[in-house]
């Protein structure tokens, strides 16, 4: 069998499209495989460096490829999808990951363990409950200002709320049943979520990189954990700026001409670790404007000439930078140094 030395696959579920180049760079192998089919094939091959997207279960097929020997490269579907040359199908796709990966400034996703992947199913499902329970507590809110009852703000005072509901004689009997039936529901996903964080802050404290990320102000122990579990290879990065531009921290550049134009933030990458970085900025603006918190002078410079918000992103960005290097050093946070650096 002639020596393939590059292959590229189309993952789904089931159906797997292969596309191999030899030493020639000429296309040798265009197989349509099933999942069993898939595997039994590169069992049988000698081993290559096979390229695959970043969708779902991608780290699973890298490690489960990498035990048979080959090396297996992750990649961006925004990296591949420029090397489509025309059409969207499966057998176009695979050339194109075959293509991508060729290339020599290709950047490529770690593969993650499967404590990383536990770790992270751990942060979504966290998230989840908080989205969970905001959107409960807002229902709960609504209909009770139907009848006149209001609460103070914040999660706290529900149980105050629901207690005041039943207590309520004025209310009829279904909307006092249909609210203990709320009630009940609030306090079993807030008990998940106790719980869900409580598992969080055991992995943060047996977590070394994640105790000195959360030396940095504005970053906690989920948004520590974030960092360290989110992060590809830190490393891989060629400076602090291209990390924060991975998160989408940075503005959007539409230069020409010698000419630069920036724009507002690309948004790109994660969505959760940005808006966890951004919300972690806000808190420490707020600190500060109260008196409480540590001075940073060219956020107050920042402060006079621009919105609250904008300069809540360009904190964030600061806070991905000062991030980086400690993830890159593996030196603790030096309040001193970083306000001089500021």
């Not at 993952?11 to 039994?40: D, W, Y």
Request: hydrophobic share 40%; aromatic share 6%; net charge positive.
């Amino acid at each position: 069998m002639e020596q393939i030395v590059r292959i590229g696959i189309d993952t789904s579920k089931q159906i797997f499209q292969l596309h191999g180049v030899n030493a020639a760079e000429e296309p040798c192998l265009r197989r349509r495989l099933r999942r069993g089919q898939m595997l039994e094939y590169l069992e049988k091959i000698q081993p290559t460096v096979i390229g695959i997207e970043a969708s779902g279960a991608a780290h699973h097929w890298a490690r489960t490829l990498t035990e048979m020997g080959h090396e297996v490269r992750i990649m961006a579907p925004q990296f591949v999808k420029p090397y489509v040359k025309r059409g969207k199908n499966d057998a176009a796709d695979a050339e194109a990951l075959c293509e991508a990966m060729s290339r020599p400034t290709m950047r490529f996703v770690p593969v993650k363990s499967v404590e990383q992947q536990a770790a992270l199913m751990l942060v979504s499902l966290r998230s989840r409950l908080v989205r969970s329970r905001t959107r409960l507590t807002n229902t709960i809110r609504g209909h009770a200002a139907e009848f006149g009852l209001i609460i103070g703000r914040g999660v706290n005072n529900i149980g105050l709320l629901l207690r005041r509901i039943q207590e309520d004689e004025c209310l009829p009997d279904l909307a006092r049943s249909l609210f203990r039936e709320m009630g009940a529901e609030y306090s079993e996903v807030d008990t998940r979520l106790r719980k869900a964080s409580a598992e969080l802050m055991a992995y943060h404290r047996q977590n070394e990189l994640c105790q000195r990320l959360t030396q940095i102000p504005g970053i906690g122990p989920i948004g520590a954990t974030m960092l360290a579990l989110k992060t590809p290879d830190p490393g891989g990065f060629r400076s602090a700026r291209h990390f924060a531009a991975w998160i989408g921290l940075t503005p959007k550049d539409h230069s020409s001409g010698g000419h630069t134009r920036l724009g507002t933030i690309t948004r790109a990458g994660d969505e959760a670790l940005r808006s966890t970085l951004v919300v972690g900025a806000t808190a420490v603006i707020r600190q500060m404007r109260c008196g409480s918190g540590r001075r940073w002078p060219w956020l107050e410079q920042l402060l006079e000439r621009k919105p609250p918000k904008l300069v809540a992103v360009a904190l964030a960005n600061k806070l991905a930078r000062i991030a980086w290097k400690l993830m890159t050093s593996g030196q603790a946070y030096n309040p001193g140094y970083a306000m001089r650096m500021a």
